[in-house]
């Protein structure tokens, strides 16, 4: 009889349809992405990355996969849409992903998206978090006259923290079709 030692690992998140990733390419090195970068790169139906990534990193992401450049501001905005159409989104950054976390975080929670940062390994993360973070948007009572947002900053939850984020199919199809806009 074969026994099997139970995992010790922490099982990574699935990418949600809808979704978008943050994640640090840092040095360009494909060996300095967490588990969760290199999970999140070759499980994203696209990633939109900054110009100038190194292919080493780039060639994780494999067809049928979609890959586009963009420039910081116009990544944002490209991933959001893809992630609106019901795709799951990477956005590939080079240096730190902190840097670009807190405006992506508002862009998408502005947008109902749900949203995770994957920090490369060598990342260091003040208050000791796990490997990933994630962001949602939260309602807090303001005045007499309803809620206004809140972002807040977790360590990675199981998934059903986005339990109240609007649910997202998976596109039809991945034709290049509808990548033009």
Known sequence: M????????????????GSVWLVSAIDGDPRDLSPMGIHALTTADA????????????????????REAAAPGQAIERSIKLAQDGWRVVQLVAGNAMERAFECAIRCAERNIPFRIAPAAGEPLKCGAPIGLMLVRQPLPVGRR?????????????????????PRQAPLSFSMSGLAG
């Open 2 to 17: 074969k026994t099997t030692a139970p995992s010790v690992e922490t099982p990574l998140p699935e990418l949600a349809y």
């Open 146 to 166: 309803g809620t206004g947002p809140v972002i807040a900053l977790m360590a990675h939850p199981p998934s059903e923290v986005v339990r109240d984020a609007e």
């Open 47 to 66: 990633v939109i990355h900054d110009p100038g990534i190194p292919s080493a990193v780039l060639e994780l992401v494999q067809p049928p996969r979609y």
